[in-house]
């Protein structure tokens, strides 16, 4: 029946929830893209530096590394410097504010995946309200046309459930793209942590050793 149709014509016979759900498509796929490009980001950053991070602590101590810290823009060197800002201070102070900082970098890592979720859960039932809505008006043509068979609104039925079709198209990317970054969110989370957690340590003894020099 559609065979000859292109995508866009199809989409239009759906109706205006096609058109909604259309435009939630591409913002879905926007959000899909620039999250796909922040975790690299994210990830990349933490296993680039974490090396350089360690080995300048190590070796030259932790006033220089927060020198350091301070011309990068990895996840890690905010996290250090948060920790850093609590030098002198107890472990658990310390601990404390690389946390925070480390929480706020994963809250940042998140940004829109609850948009994302939303639109997973809500198309279907968009795509649904269209179909209700185009099977409403084929049975009321069909009521109108008196003595007409019902193959004459069978079209209107099938144009009806595009919308169902679309609802699904634009839900299943969105519910499988959020899954997918909230567990790897959490992944980073723990990477964050490891790293992080032993800095606390350099970043105390620094202090006590006299390391961390005004």
Same mark, same amino acid.
């Given at each position: ?7 866009? !014509? ?5 109706? +205006? ?9 591409? #913002?879905?796929? %926007?959000? *899909? ?6 975790? &690299? ?8 530096? =974490?090396? =350089? /991070? ?13 020198? #350091? ?6 996840? #890690? ?10 030098? &002198? ?10 946390? /925070? $900082?480390?929480?706020? !970098? *994963?809250?940042?890592?998140?940004? +829109? ?9 809500? $198309? ?6 269209? =179909? ?9 043509? #069909? ?8 193959? %004459?609104?069978?079209? &209107? *039925?099938?144009? $009806?459930?595009?919308?169902? %079709? $679309?609802?699904? +198209? ?6 499988? %793209? ?14 964050? !942590? ?8 350099? *970043?105390? !003894?620094?202090?006590?050793? &006299?390391?961390?020099?005004?």
């Amino acid at each position: 029946m559609f065979a000859h149709l292109t995508l866009f !014509e199809l989409f239009k016979k759906g109706g +205006f929830t096609v058109m909604v759900l259309g435009a939630l498509s591409l #913002l879905s796929i %926007a959000v *899909i893209l620039e999250r796909a490009r922040a975790f &690299g980001r994210f990830k990349k950053g933490i296993h680039e530096f =974490t090396d =350089t /991070l360690y080995r300048t602590v190590r070796e030259d101590g932790v006033t220089v590394a927060a020198r #350091l810290c301070s011309t990068q823009s990895s996840t #890690l060197a905010r996290v250090f410097l948060a920790g850093y800002g609590k030098k &002198g201070r107890r472990r658990e102070e310390i601990l404390s504010a690389m946390e /925070l $900082a480390g929480r706020q !970098e *994963i809250t940042a890592l998140e940004r +829109f995946l609850g948009f994302l979720g939303t639109i997973g859960s809500t $198309a279907p039932f968009i795509g649904l309200f269209g =179909t209700v809505l185009g099977i409403i008006r084929a049975f009321s043509d #069909l009521s109108a046309a008196q003595g007409a068979s019902p193959a %004459a609104v069978a079209d &209107g *039925i099938a144009e $009806a459930l595009v919308a169902t %079709a $679309a609802g699904l +198209f634009v839900a299943i990317p969105a519910v499988v %793209a959020y899954n997918y970054y909230v567990r790897s969110a959490s992944r980073c989370a723990l990477t964050l !942590e490891a790293a992080a957690v032993p800095l606390a340590d350099y *970043i105390e !003894e620094g202090a006590k050793d &006299g390391m961390v020099h005004e």
